[in-house]
């Protein structure tokens, strides 16, 4: 049997189709204005790359922000339970989970069968996000996805102590006026995330192995300031983005 | 969700009688000049029992923050207090307060003019700075009854201070009023209002009924009397009409919430412009909020109080109120509650407004996990500033949290 978790963010939507074996095939897009037409599509795209028909498919989750606009799904589940579901899946040993994506950061810990014990979210405020890094990418003119690669050219990282998004960014402008080092600025910018994210880490009382997944875990920039924050390893999977949507077609698989 | 089919029960037949008395009140308190009465304006935790006794009609800018935040009216009145230059970060009773007494907004048309004005801080720091703001404004009176707070204990010294504050607090009405309190009727009030605070106590603690025959959103709505009418006989009468209606539901098994499955409790002041959005979100997953530390904030103090000797031991009453307790022992309130009412989970509500209620609920989310080990949420918000609600990370979070209180449930019962 074939199982999909469709996971409906803020900025991406994400799909992942499962069976016993393992992962067949994972998709993502950008979410846009219609989120229940961006869950058809990611799914039809998903279906095609992976030459399935959707009699093929024997049970659908929804989970993200847009999971109730999925009407074609059986059930719709919280991020937070997928997330930890997800990174079961990838890694049995892990115990502690950080996913930061476009609006929301948070923590969690889980059992030893992926089920999640307990849980922080930040407050709502965009500082610490997906959204946050992507507001400083357009105040910098640098592509998000070099924001990583950048950040670790820089020795001396500049402070940044606004925690709000849209004062941080006045903040990074008169950085960047005063001729501070784009690359010093990137740091900055991963610290704040960092610091942010690791305060809700420790909230809940994160340990070891941990591992960091949504959107923003493909920036090595913020998964080692983060590591330095925290005082533990960080694992990433490849998979980290579409991590909800896994742990959605790991449920889904189960059910 | 719940498969099962279900049946909403009926309304509680005794909402009509309390929207008739809080109309009464405010038609008393706004006519209060042509009846020749005076209007004392009185913070929600301050000793009201003298007013009463001496026929000032106490006012609560709190209960009428809460009306106008249950009609939606907190955002666009907070706003014309900012503009008026007051911070976003002040308490949301406050602002729209504030805003209402210059501008006459809110669903009544502003509280009638205060003859005086008494603030007792065993609910916040806060309400000394508004109340000066008030004293300033309408020129009136104010009388400012400070209460220690008791982190572990009640000592001689803060019992002292207090004590001889009861006496000038007296002095002060007589001397507003020109008028002398009756011993008598102080006595007779203040036995009204034990009698009203233990059938109050005695109306909430129905909800350790399975199913329960009210919620705390329920008790959110009835609460109104125990604040603005305690020490009088209408009080009284109410809450025991009240008891025997939440009694026959209990008899008949009635639940609050259709196949209640799940018992949850709540912390610190209702979200007032969201109390149907979360009572039917809760109760879409089987959920009934059957125990609240706000409801019985009113009650908490009855043990400290002598019904022979209101006047002379009120002080500790009123010193030694939720809010002005330490950490520890509000930890401690919360978990003999959850035990007490049987709950899966507690949902803390952050209230940027409120600060000593919230101040605290981290570590008291640590203790709460550690000894009973149930889930535990906390949601942001400011009590009557919709403005600053956020719908969808308010569900997703809620939904996460049901998801952990199902799934305890569950290892429960294998």
């Avoid at chain 2, 800018?61 to 009306?67: D, R, S, T, V």
């Amino acid at each position: 049997m074939y199982a999909v978790g469709i996971d409906i963010g803020s900025i991406t939507t994400k799909a992942a189709v499962i069976d016993d074996n393992g992962i067949l095939g994972t998709r993502i897009i950008s979410t846009g204005y219609n989120a229940s037409e961006a869950g058809q599509r990611v799914f039809d795209e998903l279906l095609r790359e992976c030459s399935l028909k959707p009699s093929d498919i024997g049970a659908i989750i929804s989970t993200g922000y847009g999971r109730n606009s999925v009407t074609f799904a059986d059930k719709s589940l919280t991020e937070i339970i997928c997330h930890g579901a997800g990174a079961h899946y990838l890694n049995p040993s892990v115990r502690a989970v950080v996913d930061v994506g476009g609006q929301d950061s948070k923590a969690l810990l889980i059992d030893d069968k992926g089920k999640t014990k307990d849980f922080a979210m930040n407050d709502k405020c965009a500082a610490g996000t997906g959204r946050f890094l992507e507001v400083m990418a357009r105040a910098l003119e640098v592509d998000l996805d070099a924001f990583g690669a950048l950040s670790l050219q820089s020795d001396t990282p500049c402070r940044i102590s606004s925690i709000c998004t849209v004062f941080a960014e006045s903040e990074v402008i008169s950085l960047i006026s005063r001729g501070e080092r784009r690359e010093d600025i990137i740091a900055g910018i991963h610290e704040s995330v960092a610091a942010r994210v690791a305060a809700l880490a420790h909230r809940v009382g994160v340990h070891p192995p941990l591992m960091m997944t949504g959107g923003v875990a493909r920036n090595i920039g913020v998964v080692t300031a983060l590591e330095k924050k925290l005082g533990m390893p960080v694992e990433v999977s490849s998979y980290a983005q579409v991590n909800g949507a896994i742990g959605a077609a790991v449920l889904a698989l189960k059910n | 969700m719940s498969q099962t089919v279900s049946k909403t029960p009926p309304p509680i037949a005794m909402d009509e009688k309390m929207k008739e008395i809080m109309t009464n009140y405010y038609i008393e308190a706004k006519t209060a000049s042509d009846s020749g009465k005076r209007v004392a304006w009185i913070t929600s935790g301050g000793p009201v029992e003298p007013l009463i006794a001496m026929d000032i009609i106490p006012v609560y800018p709190e209960n009428h923050g809460a009306m106008i935040g249950a009609s939606k009216m907190g955002g666009s009145l907070c706003e014309q207090a900012e503009a008026m230059g007051y911070s976003g970060d002040i308490c949301s009773y406050a602002r729209a307060d504030i805003a209402s007494a210059v501008t006459c907004g809110g669903p009544i048309g502003g509280l009638p003019r205060p003859d005086m004005l008494i603030a007792c801080n065993n609910i916040c720091g806060t309400v000394i700075k508004w109340y000066e703001v008030l004293a300033r404004y309408y020129d009136a009176p104010l009388f400012i009854f400070d209460t220690p707070m008791c982190h572990t204990d009640y000592p001689e010294e803060s019992k002292r201070y207090v004590q001889r504050q009861v006496h000038e607090y007296v002095s002060f009405l007589e001397q507003v009023t020109g008028r002398k309190l009756d011993q008598d009727k102080m006595e007779e009030v203040g036995r009204l209002s034990l009698e009203a605070q233990r059938l109050w106590q005695a109306v909430l603690d129905t909800a350790t009924a399975r199913p329960s025959p009210m919620t705390a959103f329920d008790g959110f709505y009835h609460l109104a009397l125990i604040v603005t009418l305690r020490g009088t006989r209408v009080a009284v009468d109410y809450y025991r009409d009240l008891l025997a209606e939440m009694e026959d539901r209990v008899a008949k098994g009635i639940g609050a919430v259709p196949n209640e499955r799940y018992r949850l409790m709540w912390d610190n002041l209702p979200i007032w412009y969201r109390l149907k959005w979360l009572s039917k979100k809760f109760a879409a997953h089987d959920a009934a909020l059957v125990a609240d530390t706000y409801n019985t904030a009113w009650c908490r103090s009855l043990r400290y109080i002598d019904e022979n000797d209101f006047l002379g031991s009120m002080a500790e009453g009123y010193t030694r109120m939720y809010l002005n307790i330490g950490v520890d022992q509000m930890a401690d309130t919360i978990i003999e509650m959850a035990e007490k009412y049987s709950v899966d989970g507690l949902v803390m509500h952050s209230n940027r407004s409120c600060k000593p209620y919230s101040f605290g609920q981290y570590d008291i989310q640590r203790m709460v996990r550690e000894r009973l080990d149930i889930p535990c949420l906390i949601i942001e918000s400011h009590m009557i500033d919709e403005r600053s609600f956020s719908e969808a990370q308010t569900e997703t979070r809620i939904d996460a949290f049901m998801e952990l209180v199902e799934e305890k449930n569950q290892c429960k019962e294998r």
